[in-house]
Structures are given as C-alpha cells and as structure tokens.
C-alpha cells in the first residue's frame, strides 16, 4: 500500500525538482547542450526505480543549488516504456540505470555507486572537478609518473578555443589517460608553431608522439586522444571487471584473451586487431586480457588450466567459446571470422549440436550431438538483482 502511495505521490509532483523529462523530440538538444548529464532509465512499475524516485530528485536539487546555470549539470530522466526506442538506443537492459552523458556523448561508466542524495551529489560534483592538473614547471612534466598514458597540453592561453576543445576531450577521457597543461611562459619552449599537444605513452623510454591536426576540431582531437589513450586491447582485473565488462550493461560480448599477455607475449601481433581487418565488427566486440594465474577459475569453466595458456575465448555472458588455436592469431581473417561465426549463431548451435558437418549429403537431416557447454564465468560481475529489475533476452548468443 505504501509503494502505491509513494509512486502516486511522484506522479502528481514532477514539479519539485528541476529534472527534464526526455524523448525522441528534446533529448539530443538536451544531452548535447549539457556540460554533465545523468539520465534515469527507468520504468514505472519497476520498485526499484520507484526508490530511487525520491532520491534522484532530491540530488537534482541540491546539485541545482551549486550549479544554478541550465547547462552545467542536468537531472534528466527517460521512461523506457513511453520510450522505448531511446531505451534501446542506449541499450537499457535493466531499470533503474543511471547513466553519464558529457555534451551529448554517453560515458562507458554508468553510475553503480550508492543509492543516496549525498552519494549521487558527491558523484555529480567529482564530475564536475577539473580532469586536467596544470604544471608551474616543465620539470613537473619531466618527472610526472610515467607508468601510466598521458596527454599534455602546452597553450599560450587558457582562454582559448584549442585550450576549450582539449578540456572537452580531457572531461570525456580522463578515466582513460592523465591529463596535464601549461600555460604562457612557462609552456613557451615547447611551443614551436603555436599551441601543441603532446601523448606520453607508458615506459621511461618510450618516445612522444605530436597531434598534427586542428586543435579548435573536436571530433579530430578526440579521435588522436581515444587512439593513444585507450589500448587495442585492454587488461580485465576483479577490481575493474565491472567497468571493463560492457556486457554488464546490455551491449556486446568481448574476446578474452586468458594468458599472461602483459609478461609473456608483449607485442605478439593480433593481425585482424591491429591491422583493422575486423571492420566494424570491431565495435561490437570488448577485447581484454587477463592474468592467467589470476582468473584460474574463469579457466576451469572451460576446462583448461594456467599451463594451457595462452588461451582466447568469447564470453557472450551466457556461455564461453574458445578459439582453437592461439597461433592462428597471426593469420589474417581467423579472429574475423570467429567473431562473425558468433554473431551468425554458428558457435552456439556447434556448442550445443557439435561441429557443423561439412560431407553431409544435400536434404539429410543434422544429426544433434549432445554437449553440455560451459557457462560463462563472468555472471558474477553482472549488476545486482537486489538492486536493478534485470531484462532477460529471449535470444541467446
């Protein structure tokens, strides 16, 4: 009874709080004229989106307070079953779920911190921080912590058009890469022809690379920084797994390259990785790897052990599909096709039927052979059922 009254109360208030209602006609404007947006996906006869109602327009009042302007930060919501085609844009596969946009770009972390005015609060104005530490010196520069990526700006100016453009970019991928800036004498001596920006990579020795292009370009700026600040292929730890894993929010399967890539097979060529032979079948795969001797576990499941590695297997979030032979990797076309044979439903049907005939006589019958494949061993990093009402798909991978 009291959920009933709780949920009606919401209905006949929207007023109270400043949250902005989305659909197909406003939510492009909205997002994209937004410094910082968090959306609400939700659904109305979903309790857990009920609870957090109240709670999600209590921080959008206190965040209004700190950043009065329309545009700094916006409290948006999405009803997934007014709107379900925006539902599935952003692929929604569980309600409620709060996602981050920064001018109109959806982050790949959503919110999963706790459920409260001040933790949301805190959340939004972390945020709102600035990603970019500026430098005094170029000594500072010089000594700053090289094991990890890093971009560095030099500008005559910090208002500017270039300095703007590399904030942006800095805002959208600072989980990604550190961000560094200096400004007017003391960035001089690195400013040869004008304003430069400059990709440290990992490793004392490892030589700078220069962006050539237009800095007052957005998309180019953000397409040189995405490159040298998120690797081909990316390592999976239990600390990130839930981050890493975007299959934990609705949107593809991903290669899990199970060996220890890190020390043993540095720089071993992935040809349909690295030479972009996978196409567009690329963005619809997560390509990790994982320390062997960590994730013995995930290996058992698909009967294998430390001293089998280097192993690689699709995780679909349901069931893992091994890739026959590691060496194959160098072999154009081979990860290729894996991933299409995924996407075809032809790894499936083998896992449950065995290997496709290939001297079966036309018009005679499939013989099924009975398997019992592995369950995907990543289950475990998908979101709570305590605390999201989870979308089951009907069709399986």
Known sequence: MWIGL?????????????????????????LNNADVALVNFYADWCRFSQMLHPIFEEASNVIKEEFPDKNQVVFARVDCDQHSEIAQRYRISKYPTLKLFRNGMMMKREYRGQRSVTAIADYIRQQKSNPIREVFSLEEINSHDRSKRSIVGYFEQKESDNYRTFERVANILHDDCVFLAAFGSVSKPERFSGDNVIY???????????????????????????????????EITFENGEFSNPGNNGTMPCVKVSHNYVRLHQGYKIHDLESGH????????????????????????????????PVIAIDSFRHMYVFSDFSDLAVPSKLKQFVLDLHSG??????HHGPDPTDSLPGQPLQDIASSPPESSFQKLAPSEHRYTLLREKDEL
């Open 6 to 30: 709780f949920k009606v109360s919401w209905l006949f208030n929207p007023a109270r709080s400043a949250i902005t209602s989305l659909d197909s006609g406003n939510i492009d404007d909205t």
């Open 200 to 234: 440290k990579p990992p490793g004392e020795n490892a030589p700078d690379m220069v962006y050539l292009g237009s800095l007052t370009n957005f998309d180019l700026v953000y397409a040189w920084t995405q490159d040298k600040c998120v690797p081909l292929v990316r």
């Open 278 to 309: 996978l196409g567009k079948k690329a963005g619809s795969i997560n390509f990790l790897h994982a320390d062997c001797d960590k994730f013995r576990h995930p290996l058992l499941h698909i009967q294998k052990t430390p001293a089998d590695c």
């Open 346 to 351: 032809k790894l499936h049907r083998e896992f």
